[in-house]
């Protein structure tokens, strides 16, 4: 199997970097650290200039077209999430109603938006408002579906009001979208489902400049209410990933990658290594945040995936844990459920299925998918055994087990064609139903397994993965019973039945288990991680003077 590798000698690579310094023209932004000379260095040493595979694109928090990482700067949530749990952010305190239908916040007081807007409970207010006149298209996440009212008790004290007990509301309200607020003078006639005139959050950044598919400025919010951030300036540079991004950090035009909200990283772990050892950067590795999976269409007319024995010969063909040491040399763990078993209710039995292409073909036997003498794709009643799978163009581990997977299946008797496409294109075509599998990773650590699972029922989401099983409605109603359930064992036991479900349907294949990985400056200290793998705390970071 191929595997993508940077191998340069020393001397090619002293060439190629000198050859591309002489090549620059020095225009700031565009061009990052201007040829990485001694004084743009030290211009440059309270910036961060991030390689990212896409644009920022629309910045509208209450949509979702726009980049999360870049949205987690410039606007804040109510409450925020946390390895201990949910702790106050714009919200110092809150009240829950003894039924669990009534949540009162009592917000901070010193609080601007970035156009100096105040920060109070009619602008927590118009904000909800904005986003619950948009519901459908939120309907992933259940809090629009609850939501009733939200009222103005005083200047600095908010009620929502809900419809029933909703027990993720917390979870949900911390989000990096799209309970989040903007300033009420960005809204147009009160609403954002159109699109805004601005982008004035709260947090600890502004959107400072925007050139599309270039790149984005972000400066230091000095008057933030959290204190003024130490890292003065950040810039998002669009790059392609790979080799492109590995000759702009040795060459200092950026100096910051992580992985992306997409789940994808710019580098490969040689790549990084290569940087590492350098001794000009430092790697960091989250916990593992997520799960990298293959997402079977189980409603799409006419598709094998259709075939749950089809399903399951896809799971028992691939090997994972060849893909974990040699895509991505032993830095994801396989994967075996569609969460890990630490996360909140997912450690429960289910049934094994390793890596077993005998197992595989039996089960293609068995569905009545046969292979003819002097064939290599099995058919049924005329039909070949014959998919498409669709990754993230811009995501080279994406690509290379995408082909891996393609030569696995082929071993059995199937025929995959993989197709590369921009993330947004998958998006849609996970919300439309046209696919017959795609990759994809579950919302990860913080949000789950609540957030994956309300995504099964929504139309946007994983309505098409899971609406062609024969358990879907007992699947869907399972789903709204646990996201009220106040009692933690009947929540716990309806958990079980729904990873249960799935399982057995093996409408969601796992891969591997996915962490956020950074590759900074080596000076560059309290690099760390939000309990999400979409946003970093920027505003912690800073440089190391004495270096």
């Not at 916040?105 to 009619?122: C, I, M, S, T, Y």
């Not at 200092?252 to 994808?264: A, I, L």
């Not at 997977?405 to 059995?412: C, F």
């Not at 609540?450 to 699947?475: D, V």
């Amino acid at each position: 199997m191929k595997r993508m590798r940077f191998k340069f000698s020393l001397a090619i690579m002293l060439g190629l970097t000198l050859l591309l310094a002489g090549c620059g023209d020095g225009n700031g932004a565009e061009n990052g650290a201007e040829n990485g000379t001694e004084s743009s260095r030290a211009e440059a040493s309270e910036e961060l200039v991030y390689a990212s595979t896409k644009d920022i694109l629309d910045m509208n928090p209450h949509l979702y077209a726009g980049s999360m990482p870049a949205q987690g700067m410039v606007y804040e949530s109510l409450v925020e999430n946390t390895k201990d749990g949910i702790k106050p952010l714009l919200a110092e305190s809150w009240e829950i109603s003894e039924d669990g239908k009534v949540y009162t916040f009592h917000l901070r007081q010193d609080v601007k938006f970035h156009d100096g807007e105040p920060f109070n409970a009619e602008a927590v207010k118009q904000n909800i408002e904005a986003v619950q006149h948009n519901a459908a298209k939120h309907s992933w996440i259940k809090l629009s579906t609850k939501i009733v009212s939200s009222n103005v008790i005083d200047e600095y004290t908010v009620q929502f009001v809900l419809s029933e007990a909703y027990y993720p509301a917390l979870t949900e309200l911390s989000m990096t979208r799209p309970y989040v607020f903007i300033s009420p003078n960005d809204l147009i006639n009160g609403d954002s489902k159109d699109g805004v005139s601005g982008y004035n959050g709260t947090g600890p950044y502004k959107l400072k400049e925007h050139k599309v598919e270039q790149y984005a400025v972000f400066e230091a919010n000095e008057q933030y209410w959290g204190g003024a951030p130490k890292v003065k300036r950040i810039t998002a540079k669009v790059l392609p990933e790979g080799e492109t991004t590995f000759l702009a950090l040795q060459k200092g035009e950026v100096n910051f990658v992580f992985t992306d909200d997409r789940g994808t990283d710019s580098l490969d772990v040689e790549a990084m290594n290569q940087l590492v050892d350098s001794g000009d950067y430092q790697l960091v590795r989250s916990e593992p945040m997520n799960t990298k999976m293959i997402v079977a269409n189980s409603s799409k007319q006419g598709s094998p995936a259709q075939d749950t024995k089809v399903r399951e010969a896809i799971w028992h063909a691939i090997d994972r844990e060849t893909i974990s040491k040699q895509i991505f040399a032993g830095t994801e763990a396989p994967a075996n459920t569609l969460f890990s078993s630490n996360v909140n209710y997912a450690n429960v039995p289910m049934k094994e299925r390793a890596y077993d292409p005998e197992a595989a073909k039996r089960l293609l036997d068995e569905a009545g998918w046969i292979l003819a003498e002097g064939e290599a794709v099995r058919a049924k009643d005329g039909q070949k055994l014959a998919m498409k799978l669709y990754y993230d163009v811009n995501s080279g581990s994406q690509k290379t087990e995408a082909e891996f997977i393609q030569h696995a299946v082929g071993q059995i008797g199937m025929q995959l064609e993989v197709i590369g496409e921009e993330s947004t294109s998958i998006a849609n075509r996970r919300s439309t139903g046209d696919y017959d599998l795609l990759m994809n990773q579950t919302w990860g650590l913080a949000y789950d397994p609540q957030s994956t699972i309300a995504a099964f029922t929504s139309e946007t989401s994983y309505r098409h993965t899971t609406s062609g099983i024969a358990r879907a409605e007992e699947l869907y109603g399972k789903i709204d019973e646990v996201m009220v359930a106040s009692d933690e064992t009947q929540r716990a036991a309806l958990y079980k039945d729904i990873l249960t479900i799935v399982h057995d349907e093996a409408v969601f294949i796992p891969l591997t288990n996915g962490s956020v990985t950074v590759i900074a400056p080596a000076n560059l200290q309290d690099v760390s991680f939000k309990q999400t793998q979409f946003e970093l705390p920027f505003e912690q970071m800073h440089f190391d003077a004495s270096e």
